[in-house]
């Protein structure tokens, strides 16, 4: 299973100002120097050994994950970053008016939508674009999103044909080689992750989510998208402080994602749905700080009666590409 992450924004897109890119060029620069390099050739050395905030950060497009397996392409959610995938895209059969592509959302808050009108094999003739949600007014969506004064172009002169698909929660659906089952979400709004498999491959997509329930009884029917899970998207919007100050926002904090990963043995997770009001530098905070969290979870690894597991984890940036 190949899973590309193309955007990892909350709630609205973050483009970086000129004036902050300036700060980043002129550290970095000063950086160089202070290192002791002074050749062209010692640029890439040297970029080498800076962290992901101070280099190239952690990127601005909201929500997009692209997941492909030997047969079937899917997408999950339709963000900002969706519009970089539709030029993509259109470099093979979309752009010749042959695709026929499958769009999961989970909700459709604004940050999960606003790639839509700008994804280009919408535009293209006998391309077949199938849309899949567990609520029912997914087609209702589609027509108040594309119209005026929300945007220019009515939904009857998309050129694709767009296809309506409504799930059943905790129904698996086939997709060739790919199951895909719904479960809930702890978002205001029902929200509703996906569980995802391929052969002996488990991808859990968990976004929006501010993890209200944690414990395996309260999460009861929804406790099957954690377990057995190889990679594991879940959101990290705040800091754990954070969290405790915007109950029922719904969206959560790495150490809540990570006492049910250690918990459950999920493999690896990344943390994304970073908060738009953070910086980069904040980010990288926030994620030092659920390294603190880590590290003493780990020393409960070896003391506590229960069980307690490892886990590979990281907060993700625009392009992460991950290959189970």
């Known amino acids: 299973m190949y899973v590309k992450l193309w955007g990892t924004r909350g709630s609205l897109p973050t483009p970086q100002s000129p004036d902050t890119l300036e700060v980043r060029i002129h550290r970095i620069l000063k950086g160089f120097f202070a290192a002791g390099y002074q050749h062209p050739e010692d640029i890439d050395r040297y970029l080498a050994t800076l962290p992901m905030h101070q280099l190239g950060g952690y990127g601005g497009e909201t929500m997009c994950a692209e997941v492909k397996s030997p047969n079937q392409q899917l997408i999950i959610d339709a963000g900002s970053g969706l519009r970089s995938l539709g030029y993509e895209l259109a470099k093979s059969d979309c752009g010749q008016g042959r695709g026929e592509l499958h769009i999961l959302f989970t909700h459709f808050h604004w940050d999960h939508l606003s790639g839509l009108p700008f994804f280009l094999p919408l535009f293209i003739p006998g391309n077949i674009i199938h849309v899949y949600a567990v609520q029912s007014n997914l ?39 790919l199951t895909v089952t719904p479960y809930q979400l702890d978002h205001p709004d029902p929200c509703w992750g996906y569980r995802i498999e391929v052969t002996d491959k488990v991808l859990a997509y968990c976004v929006d989510n501010e993890i209200q329930r944690v414990s395996q009884r309260d999460l009861d029917a929804d406790l099957r998208l954690y377990q057995d899970v190889d990679l594991m998207i879940m959101d990290a919007q705040y800091t754990l402080l954070e969290s405790t100050e915007k109950v029922n926002w719904g969206h959560g904090a790495a150490p809540d994602g990570l006492e049910i990963a250690m918990r459950e043995g999920v493999k690896q997770v990344l943390f994304v749905h970073h908060d ?49």
Do not use: C
């Not at 738009?276 to 030092?288: R, V």
């Not at 069980?307 to 625009?318: G, H, K, M, Q, T």
């Open 139 to 177: 087609p209702q969506v589609f027509q108040t999103l594309f119209q005026p004064p929300f945007f220019p172009v009515p939904l009857e002169r998309i050129d694709a044909t767009i296809k309506y698909h409504q799930l059943v929660p905790r129904q698996p659906v086939q997709f060739n080689d």
């Open 276 to 324: 738009p009001a953070a910086s980069d530098d904040k980010i990288a905070a926030a994620e030092a700080q659920a390294r603190e969290y880590y590290a003493k979870q780990l020393v409960m690894l070896y003391t506590s009666p229960h069980n307690l597991y490892p886990v590979e984890w990281s907060f993700a940036r625009d392009g992460t590409t991950i290959v189970l």
